[in-house]
């Protein structure tokens, strides 16, 4: 039998050893140390519950097209980055077509495939970013249009390259943000 016992707190934080995260941008994240390190860093539209049910993070609220084609999501106002800058659809917008861009040769890419025209614009053999099924519809409205209807695709919106990035500071810095 066991039997509870009371401990006196830690006199030191909390320590765990790990390996060195790759890289902390979510674009580029493939390996198990990095992906735990953006997710403390991050949010994304969705996150999982406890029972692995999807809730809403950034997204406070979403509608799912009758047919399954298009998803739109009403993101809270009372987000910003560590700058203060307020977190807006806009910055999903970009992440993702930065992802897909195929000059960028982002590892994960591929998860975003179930959009429109994603597979064909990473690949190369459509080259309008414009006509990708993501867009901003004002600063707190991101509308996604899918080229068929994907039962898992909110699950798939819990993965760090789903993640918005703060265009500001990616532009201003370039690689090196």
Not at 3 to 30: C, I, K, N, Y
Not at 96 to 116: E, G, H, Q, V
Request: glycine residues 6%; contains cysteine; hydrophobic residues 40%.
């Amino acid at each position: 039998t066991y039997r509870q016992v009371e401990l006196p707190p830690a006199p030191h934080a909390l320590r765990l050893g790990t390996v060195e995260p790759t890289s902390f941008d979510p674009a580029v994240v493939t390996d198990g140390a990095s992906a735990g390190v953006m997710h403390q860093l991050f949010c994304g539209l969705v996150t999982l519950d406890d029972g692995l049910a999807v809730v809403p993070d950034i997204a406070q609220s979403w509608q799912i097209a009758k047919d399954g084609s298009q998803y739109i999501f009403h993101l809270r106002h009372d987000l910003t980055w560590s700058d203060g800058v307020q977190v807006t659809a806009a910055d999903f917008e970009y992440a993702w077509k930065r992802l897909l861009n195929p000059a960028t040769d982002f590892p994960n890419a591929s998860l975003l495939y179930p959009i429109k025209h994603a597979r064909k614009f990473h690949q190369g053999t459509f080259s309008d970013p414009a006509q990708l099924g993501v867009r901003s519809a004002g600063d707190f409205t991101l509308i996604v249009e899918l080229e068929e209807p994907a039962g898992y695709f909110l699950q798939l919106m819990t993965h760090e390259a789903a993640y918005p990035l703060p265009r500001h500071v990616v532009e201003a810095y370039g690689e090196t943000w």
